[in-house]
């Protein structure tokens, strides 16, 4: 079982929808949680981070952290073209200092 | 503010010749440090971290090897590429083990 799962897409959105990203995670020791957005050919960029339960919202981004059932989710409103990407989902458990991603969502926004 | 660079940004290495790809953070004291591998259209395997001076942790047995001689440096190294050694080599940074890390611009990696 891998540590930190998404589906990998693609994932086919209209502009100006909400997109649904969703990701699950094996380690219940895991206390940090973290977007990245990754354009092709270019390296990944912090979206959001998040470390405890419920929502978290930043302009049109909110991230949703629900621990009990393992699993974290981002939320992308009003849906750009600009937001085209593989979005990466990415934990770290309590003490292991490592930080470990899912494979990546792609993710399309059609004009 | 906090800076990561990591060059080059691209390589083209034949199969058998060594490898050195270095890693430096500015801006900051004793932070973690890490190199990511990325195949193509495949998510980030981590590869090594490291946090302090000539502590590594290995992810994945492998043909490669890290090196982290200064405290915001960080090398990867291998003595003979393979050819599954190609990809995205990715070096990133964080204050510790409980926050964001941020990443440098990457080394896109092809072994011939």
Known sequence: ?111 | SQTIHQWPATLVQPVGSPLSLECTVEGTSNPNLYWYRQAAGRGLQLLFYSVGIGQISSEVPQNLSASRPQDRQFILSSKKLLLSDSGFYLCAWSVDGYTEAFFGQGTRLTVV
Do not use: H
């Open chain 1, 1 to 111: 079982q891998k540590e930190v799962e998404q589906n990998s897409g693609p994932l086919s959105v209209p502009e100006g929808a909400i997109a649904s990203l969703n990701c699950t995670y094996s380690d219940r020791g895991s206390q940090s949680f973290f977007w990245y957005r990754q354009y092709s050919g270019k390296s990944p960029e912090l979206i959001m981070s998040i470390y405890s339960n419920g929502d978290k919202e930043d302009g049109r981004f909110t991230a949703q952290l629900n621990k009990a059932s393992q699993y974290v989710s981002l939320l992308i409103r009003d849906s750009q073209p600009s937001d085209s990407a593989t979005y990466l989902c990415a934990a770290k458990a309590r003490g292991a200092q490592k930080l470990v991603f899912g494979q990546g969502t792609r993710l399309t926004i059609n004009p």
